[in-house]
C-alpha cells in the first residue's frame, strides 16, 4: 500500500497537469508525464493498492471545478485507487502525531506553514499511515518530513525514475524548448 498527495493525484489522473518545478533548478520538472507513467508501471508491477487520504482528494476535488465529477467516477471506477477517510484510528494517529511534536517544544513541529496547513498535512498522513501505507509520493515539504517521523518512506515527483528513452537522440530536443540560435544570434526558423 502506498499513498499520495494532490500533486501526485492531479498528475495521475490529469495528463496535461502543470509539472512541479525542481527545487533545485526551480524549473518545470522534464520528463514528469514519463516519471508518473514509469510509476503506474511499477506499482501495477508491485500490485500496489494506492491511498488517496479523503483531506487530498478533497484539495483534488476543489482544483478540479466543474470536472470534479468525472474525477470522482474515475477514481472510483480505479481498482487500484482507495479513497481513504480521516476517521476515527487516523484521529487517534493524528492526535499522537501532534502530542509528540508538542512534547519536542511545538505544535507545529517547525514548519513555517500556518497551523491550519500543518493540520492538514499531518491528516493525510495520519490517513495513510492507519490504512498501512509504507510510502507516500509527494512534492509538499511538510508532509515529507511528517511522513518521515512517521516512519514512512517519502518519494517526491523529482526522485520518480525516469524511464529509458526510447528515442535518445531526439531526447536533446526536449531538454530545450527553445529554437536553437543562429551563430549571429538570430532564432533559427525550424
Not at 514509469?38 to 494506492?50: G, K, P, S
Request: with cysteine.
Amino acid at each position: 500500500m502506498v499513498a499520495i498527495d494532490n500533486t501526485t493525484l492531479a498528475l495521475l489522473l490529469h495528463p496535461k497537469a502543470k509539472p512541479p518545478n525542481h527545487p533545485q533548478t526551480k524549473l518545470p520538472l522534464q520528463r514528469c508525464k514519463e516519471r508518473i507513467e514509469q510509476l503506474i508501471l511499477d506499482l501495477d508491477a508491485d500490485n500496489e493498492r494506492v491511498v488517496i487520504p479523503t483531506p487530498v482528494l478533497s484539495e483534488f476535488l476543489i482544483l478540479a471545478g466543474k470536472e470534479g465529477p468525472e474525477y470522482l467516477e474515475k477514481i472510483q471506477d480505479a481498482r487500484t485507487l482507495l479513497v481513504c477517510p480521516f476517521d476515527e484510528r487516523a484521529a487517534v494517529e493524528l492526535a499522537s502525531m501532534e502530542l509528540a511534536d508538542r512534547g519536542k517544544g511545538g505544535k507545529k513541529a517547525g514548519s513555517e506553514a500556518p497551523y491550519q496547513k500543518v493540520k492538514f498535512d499531518r491528516q493525510i498522513v495520519a490517513v495513510a499511515r492507519v490504512n498501512g501505507a509504507h510510502t507516500i509520493y509527494s512534492d509538499d515539504e511538510d508532509v515529507r518530513k511528517f511522513a518521515v517521523k512517521a516512519g514512512m518512506k517519502v518519494v517526491s515527483t523529482w526522485e520518480l525514475a525516469i524511464p529509458p528513452s526510447k528515442t535518445p537522440l531526439l531526447d536533446i530536443l526536449d531538454d530545450h524548448p527553445e529554437p536553437p540560435t543562429a551563430p549571429d544570434g538570430r532564432k533559427n526558423k525550424s
